[in-house]
């Protein structure tokens, strides 16, 4: 999962804007943290969150539909 957020294929809408993303990345070690924050950025996506709240709402119910939730 470390490789795939490095290379963006796997987004930060999905990773912190909906359970299963927040779930994985509370099950990565310090340093898989250490190794995606920069790709993250998670200060970036919490304003992003707030910004455009019917964004962040769409991405958890597509998350839901594709059941990745």
């Given at each position: 999962a470390?490789?795939?957020?490095q290379?963006?294929k796997?987004s930060p809408?999905?990773?912190?804007?909906?359970?299963?993303?927040?779930?994985?990345?509370?099950?990565?070690?310090?340093?898989?943290l250490q190794m995606?924050?920069?790709y993250?950025?998670?200060?970036?996506w919490?304003n992003?969150?707030?910004s455009?709240?019917a964004d962040?709402?769409?991405?958890?119910?597509?998350a839901?539909e594709a059941?990745i939730?």
């Open positions: 470390v490789q795939h957020i290379q963006g796997i809408w999905v990773l912190l804007g909906c359970s299963a993303g927040k779930k994985m990345l509370k099950s990565f070690s310090n340093e898989q995606t924050q920069r993250i950025i998670p200060e970036f919490a992003k969150f707030k455009y709240p962040h709402l769409f991405v958890q119910e597509t839901k059941k939730e």
